[in-house]
């Protein structure tokens, strides 16, 4: 997904993948709904004997091609190109469409992970996962991380094996 198979280290073994939570698309996919349904109702409300109707189909067209790149597009590339790459030696966070940046948090490093959910996030398994290294960031609030309990389960483990020196996970 973010992190290619080539750029692990010897002996690193990917524990777990992942994108944001899929409760990021709701609000695009709405958006995404409404668009088409307002454009599709003003192209039939356009009477044909307009004298400029084919300029009105064109800009209700136009319109809704930008509102559903801004609105629906946009962030579903967003969503798709943020990743989580949880590894026996580090934590990976991948974000960028066009620009990629990635911060990597060595699993030695970590000082403290918490987790925080509302009730509508428990009920969908999802939450925030915060992450304290000893690094130049500090603090990392990681949103909608999706199965937060079994991603925090897989750190907490990572992280007494890290402590154990044991970092292959054997």
């Given at each position: ?52 109707a ?10 809704a ?34 620009n ?54 897989d ?10 020196g ?5």
């Amino acid at each position: 997904m973010t992190l290619p198979d080539h750029h692990l280290t010897q002996g690193e073994r990917r524990i777990r993948s992942f994108h944001p939570h899929w409760k990021r698309l709701v609000v695009p996919f709405i958006a995404l709904v409404l668009i088409v349904a307002a454009s599709g109702v003003a192209l039939f409300l356009i009477p044909g004997t307009f004298e400029y109707a084919n300029y009105a189909r064109l800009a209700v067209g136009v319109v809704a091609v930008l509102l559903l790149t801004i609105w629906s597009f946009v962030p579903y590339l967003q969503w798709k190109n943020t990743g989580y790459v949880l590894t026996t030696h580090r934590f990976t966070i991948s974000t960028g469409v066009l620009n990629k940046s990635t911060d990597e948090i060595p699993m030695a490093k970590v000082n403290t992970v918490s987790s925080d959910q509302t009730f509508f996030e428990r009920i969908l398994g999802c939450g925030t996962l915060t992450v304290e290294s000893a690094g130049d960031r500090g603090q990392i609030a990681l949103r909608d991380i999706p199965h937060i309990q079994d991603v925090r389960t897989d750190l907490f483990r990572l992280l007494e094996d890290a402590s154990d020196g044991d970092i292959d996970g054997h």
